[in-house]
C-alpha cells in the first residue's frame, strides 16, 4: 500500500483548502482513513477520519468539527479533507494514513501506512 497526500499549501486565515490522499493497493474499501496533523514541536494528533466500507461513519478532533470535512470516493481510491475557516492554530503538516479495518478513533500507532505529508501554513 502507498499513499500520496496533496492540496498543502499557504493561505491566508479564513480561507478554505481541500487535502486529498490517493491510495495505491487493493482493497481500498476495507481501509479506514484518517488525517492527522504534527505542528512543530508538538504530538501527531488525529484530525479525522472515516471508517472502511460498512458505514463510513466519521470522526474528529474537536477543534475541527464544523469546520473540517472528511469523505472518501471508493470508486477512485481516495481521501479527502475538506478545510474551511482556517486559522493560525491549523498550520501543521497533515498526513494521511489508512489502516486495514481500523476503527474511526484508531490511534497513530493502529495505523500501518502513511503518506508523505502536506504542509499547510496558516497566516493571520
Known amino acids: 500500500v502507498q499513499l500520496q497526500a496533496s492540496g498543502g499549501g499557504l493561505v491566508q486565515a479564513g480561507a478554505s483548502l481541500t487535502l486529498s490522499c490517493t491510495f495505491s493497493g487493493h482493497n481500498f474499501v476495507n481501509y479506514t482513513v484518517a488525517w492527522f496533523c504534527q505542528a512543530p514541536g508538538k504530538e501527531r494528533e488525529r484530525v479525522a477520519a472515516i471508517s472502511w466500507a460498512g458505514d463510513g461513519i466519521t470522526d474528529y478532533l474537536h477543534s475541527v468539527r464544523g469546520r473540517f470535512t472528511v469523505s472518501r470516493d471508493n470508486s477512485k481510491n481516495a481521501a479527502y479533507l475538506q478545510m474551511n475557516l482556517l486559522n493560525t492554530g491549523d498550520t501543521a503538516t497533515y498526513y494521511c494514513?489508512?489502516?486495514?479495518?481500523?476503527?474511526?478513533?484508531?490511534?497513530?500507532?493502529?495505523?500501518?501506512?502513511w503518506g508523505q505529508g502536506t504542509l499547510v501554513t496558516v497566516s493571520s
Open positions: 494514513a489508512a489502516g486495514l479495518r481500523n476503527s474511526r478513533y484508531s490511534p497513530a500507532y493502529e495505523y500501518d501506512n
